[in-house]
């Protein structure tokens, strides 16, 4: 793995389930970018699932606890801050965060069984004092705010110019705002900007963070085809070669379910939509010139390379129409200035006025 360490970070890093299965791409490109920008991610040690969608419709206690010991493993280790590429993890971590701080100082407005008890409960199932210093962090916004834009777009090494692509933040990244508190919950720019300054174009797309059907992909497949078509077909007529997701979840469902997304199109009477999905740490990697290999790339339903391949073409043939009308112009300039100069009729020798002599006087 080859980078250029732009930043000097060490932060805690829970990958999460997802990505040592489904989304292993995911985790291996965050690790790679983030190493070639010169942050160090420290696995927090014998991580254990967060309890992600499932756990808190079950009981609210119990997915805080999941949540809460994984914070504590990494204030074990010594770190405050954890970064997450998994919204879903992110969303986890941060309510178990923000409720035993509630619990130290109450909110009356939070529900009972999140008043006070909450983090003797807590405590009781971890059978030891609940994490009160960590806190969790996306690594899209340790990307975009630790690192910082400028110091990524001095980083690239292969921009991705030409590649035409949707941003798509999902509806978890962002919100709500009151718990993520990270960028515009209803127009954030964060991938926007990272995705810009990768040299890729970034198209105005209307639907970055509508629901894409998440975990409703299992118990109502309606509900997913119907919602990820709407946002695959806004993609497409935005003009974006990839839509580009932050999210395991959206991934599974605009990648990985592709066909049973496009199988509902047909039957609505809709279009088969082929633009690839990949994971904005894929193309930041790229970016960056890192290997395919450290990307994850092979693991993509959609294949990326012909896109890639397409765009750079595409910007190729560009860049030879724009330096072919600058020939021209530049040709027809110096034949312009060519015929005024043969234009011009030769003076005879000695004709040259001279100095003009004062008129007499009258």
Known sequence: MSGSATTSLTLGYYPGCSQTGTAAEYDRSSRACCQALGVRLVDVPDWTCCGSTPAHTVDHVLAGALA???????????????????????????????????????DSNAPEDMA??????????????????????SVLQVLAEDVGIAAIASAVKKPLTGLRVAPYYGCLLNRPPGLMAFDDPENPTALDRVLTAC??????????????????????????????????????????????????????????RRGQVNDHSRRQGGREFSLPAPYFTQLLGLALGLAEADLGLDKLVLDLRPV????????????????AVAAAKTAAKAAAKADGTSGQKPGKPGSEPGPKEDAPCA
Do not use: W, Y
């Open 68 to 106: 809460a010991r994984n914070l504590l493993q990494a204030e074990r280790i010594g770190h405050d801050r954890v970064a997450t590429p998994c919204p879903s993890c992110l969303a986890a971590l941060r309510t178990a965060s923000q409720h035993l701080a509630q619990d130290v100082q109450p």
């Open 116 to 137: 006070p008890s909450f983090r003797a409960e807590v405590e009781r199932l971890l059978d030891r004092p609940a994490p009160l210093r960590a806190s969790a962090v």
């Open 199 to 256: 040299g890729a174009t970034v198209v105005d797309f209307p639907f970055k963070t509508e629901c894409c059907g998440a975990a409703f992909g299992m118990p109502r497949l309606d509900i997913m085809q119907r919602l990820s078509a709407r946002i695959l077909d806004m993609a497409d007529t935005c003009g974006a070669d990839v839509i580009v997701v932050a999210c395991p979840l959206c991934q599974m469902n605009l990648d990985l």
């Open 308 to 323: 890639l391949e397409a765009a750079r073409a595409r910007e190729q043939k560009r860049a030879l129409e724009v330096a």
